[in-house]
């Protein structure tokens, strides 16, 4: 286990293929939800939930974390390839 930078509670790593995002890595929720900040940041890799990957995130401007399914997610950037 980790220790998250921007939470001080600790985070599980976990091998599976079906996330795509990574720990530290920073995203946007689609889908039309309204957000105090458009950037977040994946806090947690959690386990799928019927399938779908899971991640918490946090934006800066916001005092909580947000459990949010890689669905609704996208990459700020591309990756570098």
Known sequence: MTTS???SRPTRRLS???HRF???QEVRL???FRTSGNV???TAILPPI???PQYHI???AEKFERMAAQANL???SAPAV
């Open 40 to 42: 977040y940041v994946v």
């Open 16 to 18: 599976n293929s079906a």
């Open 74 to 76: 996208e990459p700020v």
């Open 30 to 32: 689609t889908g039309g």
């Open 5 to 7: 930078a921007l939470s």
């Open 50 to 52: 019927e399938g779908s």
């Open 58 to 60: 946090r934006n800066e």
């Open 22 to 24: 990574s720990l530290g």
